[in-house]
């Protein structure tokens, strides 16, 4: 069965600090690996899309990683913003035609001052 | 328009009650799709439009939802005879002409059933 699992599920880290959110997938067959922001009562915004060949994507202060071989992949916030606290939600997409897309549960990020 | 508009943002409905929730994709984009996101876990897969066809379904949990995109532009996602079980954040999201394209989401319709 297709599925990504996120850890950990929720996390709370202090103004100005790094974090490391985990991604491990079960997807056949894999197109790409996606990376969304989710603010409280709004809907996702992409951060990143990896597709196979690529090992490293940077947005601003994220930087994705994909490893394919043991299908895991890492989102790292440096210097953490307030405005960082939100829903991190990593998507894996199936190749064949379309954006079908797997869902991960979301690991709940809290900046505190 | 500039995003994915939806409304109404949020419904309260009677056990028993037909919603009706729409979808207004970003213009141009080709590719449609609805989501259902239960209370602190991710989005799944409802249905997919391509223009005004419907290529996939398959994420529909039962024959009470329906979907529909007429026009290929507006969709409309209609859930009759409401169950609490339904209860739930209702996403939209479109992209370009590339189904393999990035994806716009709307803000989603949050589904209350009583």
Redesign the interface.
Known sequence: KNQVEQSPQSLIILEGKNCTLQCNYTVSPFSNLRWYKQDTGRGPVSLTIMTFSENTKSNGRYTATLDADTKQSSLHITASQLSDSASYICVVSTSGGYNKLIFGAGTRLAVHP | GAG?SQSPRYKVAKRGQDVALRCDPISGHV?L?W?QQAL??????LT?F?NEAQ??KSGLPSDRFFAERPEGSVSTLKIQRTQQEDSAVY?C?S?WDR?????F????SRLTVL
């Open positions: 994915v590719s799709f989501y602190g876990q991710g989005p799944e897969f997919y391509q290529l996939d996403l999201a992209s189904p393999t394209g990035e994806l989401f709307g803000e989603g």
